[in-house]
């Protein structure tokens, strides 16, 4: 939204079913963690949740899950938004967006378990009772600042193309079209 790359008016929408989707997701990964002999107990195995000091993997605070929510969330963000520019190759999006969130998970899977995605923290939190929900703020806000301050940069290094109506491209590709026609 930041980088106007999403209509203001339809991020809500988004941003909800993103949240709905994740716990849809949980709910699944949660049904099919219940199939194992002995049982599974989402509170206290974790469930995949993010977490700092005794909930993070390798026992990192609070400040180093903030400090890696953001720059992380701000790398994906920044790449994304590079990746999907007019100005990019057509169809290798996937490809740095990929790498570099393959490089964030293993930079920060023992942080804090990754988040750099609000609603990939709700859906599973949600599950894993009050321990995951209260630490669920960070997991929340970090990445949302994250992916502002990579708005922020993006917008601040990218020289914006010259946008055309459609009208316009029409109207350049039909007289193309004449024109090699002609020659």
Known sequence: MIARELDRRLAVGYW??????????AAVLLLVAEGIAGGYDPV?????????DERSPLHYGLLSAIVAEIVLTA???????????VAA?????GVPIGVVLVLIHLVCI????????PARSIGPALFAGSPAIAQLWVFIIMPL???ALGA?????IHAPEAVISVQEAEAALT??????QIS
Do not use: C, K, M, W
């Open 175 to 180: 007289s193309e079209q004449e024109e090699r």
């Open 75 to 85: 790398i994906l963000v920044l790449t994304v938004l590079g990746s999907t520019d």
């Open 89 to 93: 190759p057509v169809g290798f999006a």
């Open 110 to 117: 023992p942080i804090d378990g990754t988040s750099v995605n």
């Open 152 to 156: 922020v940069v993006y917008l601040a």
């Open 145 to 147: 600042i994250g992916g």
């Open 16 to 25: 909800v079913a993103q949240v709905i989707g994740a716990i849809v997701a």
């Open 44 to 52: 206290a195995a974790g469930f995949g949740t993010n977490g700092y």
